[in-house]
């Protein structure tokens, strides 16, 4: 195809180098040559500007003998063009498809703890965070040059990409984003360029903070566009729709069945009757489905042979066999999927509750503890675990704060797990939609609450593997003959040989059983361990320490009292200094209330919040100190000093408040303080403040109605029962009038005054 570049049309030599044309390639390389070093008017040439071996003839300088076997001009140009258009469209179409992964890509984890924080609505903050991806993908290419390195040739073409892909999964949800309702380029523009200017103007603010954080202000800023006045509202009502025009038919005139249509309908719900243990008969099912007719004001339109030729179909058989027979045998006809080995830690993992094939002896009772683990698939490692009686929500919360605490809050991408009751709970549900990108279960919920079925989750495997190993611990259970074959008696051993005495030695045994799970070496070039943290996948996400103690750790409300955080838990008490509250009482509830986030196995630190759960300090543990001299150890003598240290800072600091305002009114009153102590500055402005009522008003009193009034009141009410006019006297306001007139002389000698 010819290359167009403005009015010059450039043609490659293979298409002059051919039996239409009729010229050699030998002839062609003569004349270019002639061309170039004689410069002459015709065959003139260039090399391509991408790869120089590859010559390009100049159309126009070619002889008309020449051109007479080639294309007209006008001809060559629409080749270029549509050729050109072509590969822009598929060009177009490539970048189109790229747009879901490039969002993800802008979409942080993050955004959602930073909206979760402004509204109890976790949808809410899960549509603010897609929108928050959208125009930072916007803000991540502005100019020509950056869009076509993903293929889009101008940013009008990439912001109308955007709208397109925007406008496509509101039609497949039915529902915009919350908070970002796009319909047309213009909304999506005038969005797009708040976001640009609040985050400009906050790296502008910060500017003189460390890169890090003017950034990290800078996109809050930016997130704070998508916040309206109305934000955390949940107004939204969710309300049914009918659809009044059902089919009358029961076969589709394909002769495929049309569950949609009524009778099909009742007759398959009937026959599985879902969330129920019992199977009715087709007789039952006739009676049921005569009744539910009756109940609707139909006529039933089918008899019982016709029920049990629907109902035993291979068609109704495939939908309903998961009901009728179970999962197991629904998953022998579902497809499986056909993958590759995982290439990174914490791309994927899988939890699940277990018990440990050994027996423990607790308190005269025979049992065996649980315990609840989350794997790695990749490495196959335990990243985190918890031991307990019962699997529950608690054992799942505690499960995965181990693992948060074990690699610094790096959480997994995608998790995995079953329909187990303790991911039923209410504050344990969240956990993982706000630590990970993904939840997944193998196969859809069992209508019946059932767990899915385990031999479609990877981590019923390996629950085998780590089962195997407790073969090697003193009580273990043993094997029940008759669960290999039915014909033999039972062992006699099983489950009533050996046990372990107590439970911390069995929480014992079962973390040395992980250890030599996660570290042994047999059969391996490396330990399940050292795999699993040589290869984390770098887009792991890290969750904040705030975000790990609101969601995971227990909390409750407690009120500085002396710079000191105390409560009790499990029957012991902790203390906690605090001696800079001071600095953060505008975050904290009335009362100087505050909300605790504690980990009960760790009590060596608290995270504090205020109110509406904003974080305000992690705190460590405070020790009492002797107060004899004689008692006093070297640590006590450094914590004494700490404390008395942190007692003075503190009092300097509300005194820097307190003087600050005294500077504030001794500039009103035209004095200077600037040398005095905070005792003597309030006593020359309290001495300067004390005004007599006749300073107050003397203009009132000057007047000649006045005196007369005076004088008159006074003969009358005073002098006529010979007593004294009294002279006036000052109220005394916290100083005597002696000290006060002291204060005041002062200050005119030094020139206050």
Avoid at 21 to 42: A, C, D, N, Q
Avoid at 199 to 220: G, M, S, V
Avoid at 266 to 276: A, R
Avoid at 645 to 653: G, M, S
Wanted: aromatic share 10%; proline share 3%.
């Amino acid at each position: 195809m010819p290359l167009l570049e403005g009015n010059k049309i450039w043609l490659f030599v293979p298409e002059l180098d051919n039996s239409t044309v009729g010229v050699s390639l030998g002839y062609i390389k003569k004349k270019v040559s002639e061309s170039r070093k004689l410069s002459r008017p015709t065959w003139k040439s260039k090399k391509h500007d991408l790869d120089k071996r590859i010559i390009l003839i100049d159309y126009d300088s070619l002889p008309e003998t020449t051109k007479v076997k080639l294309p007209s001009r006008a001809d060559l140009i629409k080749l270029s063009q549509a050729d050109t258009t072509e590969v822009q469209l598929n060009k177009l179409q490539d970048a189109c498809d790229q747009l879901a992964d490039l969002h993800s890509k802008y979409t942080f984890i993050s955004d959602y703890h930073f909206f979760l924080k402004r509204t109890e609505s976790q949808v809410k903050a899960e549509d603010l965070k897609q929108a928050a991806g959208w125009l930072r993908l916007l803000n991540a290419y502005k100019t020509p040059k950056e869009t076509r390195t993903i293929n889009f040739n101008s940013k009008a073409e990439f912001r109308t990409a955007v709208l397109n892909k925007l406008i496509e999964n509101f039609r497949a949800a039915k529902a915009h984003l919350y908070g970002f309702k796009i319909t047309n380029l213009a909304v999506l523009q005038r969005k797009e360029l708040e976001w640009a200017k609040a985050y400009k103007e906050a790296l502008e603010l910060y500017f003189n903070e460390p890169k890090i954080e003017a950034e990290r202000q800078a996109n809050e800023a930016a997130l704070g566009t998508l916040i309206h006045e109305n934000f955390g509202n949940n107004h939204r009502r969710v309300l049914g729709r009918l659809n009044d025009n059902e089919a009358e038919r029961i076969l589709l005139p394909s002769g495929r069945i049309d569950f949609s249509e009524w009778n099909a309908r009742t007759l398959v719900y009937l026959f599985m009757n879902p969330g129920k243990a019992n199977k009715f008969d087709f007789e039952n099912i006739y009676r049921r489905y005569q009744f539910e007719c009756k109940k609707a004001g139909r006529k039933p339109e089918v008899e019982i042979s016709a029920i049990k030729d629907f109902l035993t179909s291979n068609e109704v058989n495939l939908y309903t066999k998961r009901e009728r027979h179970g999962w197991a045998e629904f998953d022998k006809m579902a497809p499986h999927v056909y993958g590759k080995e995982y290439e990174y830690s914490f791309s994927k993992g899988g939890y699940d509750g277990f018990q440990v094939d050994f027996n423990s002896k607790i308190e005269g009772k025979q049992l065996m503890l649980t315990v609840v683990a989350v794997f790695d698939y990749m490495s196959e490692a335990i990243t985190g675990f918890d031991v307990g009686f019962v699997e529950d929500g608690l054992m799942v919360r505690n499960m995965y704060r181990n693992h948060l605490n074990m690699f610094e809050g790096r959480s997994y991408i995608e998790i995995e797990s079953d329909r187990f009751s303790g991911n039923l709970a209410e504050d344990t549900t969240q956990i993982f939609s706000k630590t990970c990108q993904k939840i997944s279960r193998p196969i859809p919920n069992d209508p019946q609450g059932k767990a899915s079925n385990p031999k479609s989750r990877f981590v019923e495997r390996l629950l085998q593997e780590l089962n195997r190993l407790a073969q090697n611990f003193p009580g273990w259970k043993g094997t029940n003959i008759t669960s290999i074959d039915k014909n033999r008696k039972p062992n006699p051993d099983y489950r009533n040989g050996n046990y372990v005495e107590g439970y911390a030695e069995s929480v014992k045994q079962i973390i040395e059983l992980i250890n030599i799970y996660n570290h042994d070496k047999y059969g391996r070039t490396k330990s399940r361990w050292e795999k699993c943290i040589e290869n984390i996948n770098p887009k792991a996400p890290a969750i904040p320490r705030e975000s790990i103690s609101m969601l995971l750790n227990q909390s409750t409300m407690i009120a500085v009292r002396n710079a000191r955080i105390s409560f009790e838990v499990n029957r012991r008490e902790y203390h906690y200094a605090f001696p800079e509250y001071d600095q953060y009482v505008h975050m904290m509830e009335k009362g100087y209330r505050v909300k605790v986030y504690f980990d009960e196995t760790d009590m060596n630190t608290i995270d504090v919040f205020g109110e509406n759960d904003q974080y305000i300090a992690t705190l460590g543990k405070t020790k009492r100190v002797a107060r004899a001299k004689a008692e006093q150890t070297p640590e006590d003598l450094k914590q004494l000093g700490k404390m008395t240290n942190d007692r003075k800072q503190f009092v300097e600091r509300v005194q820097s408040v307190s003087r600050k305002m005294l500077e504030f009114e001794a500039s009103q009153l035209g004095i200077d303080i600037s040398n005095m102590s905070l005792q003597d500055a309030q006593e020359v402005i309290a001495g300067m403040k004390e005004i007599s009522p006749e300073e107050l008003f003397e203009d009132a009193l000057a007047t000649s109605y006045a005196a007369q009034s005076t004088d008159y009141y006074q003969d009358r009410l005073i002098r006529s029962k010979d007593i004294a006019v009294p002279a006036s006297k000052k109220e005394k306001k916290g100083l005597d009038d002696e000290r006060r007139a002291l204060v005041r002389e002062q200050a005119k000698r030094n020139g206050l005054i």
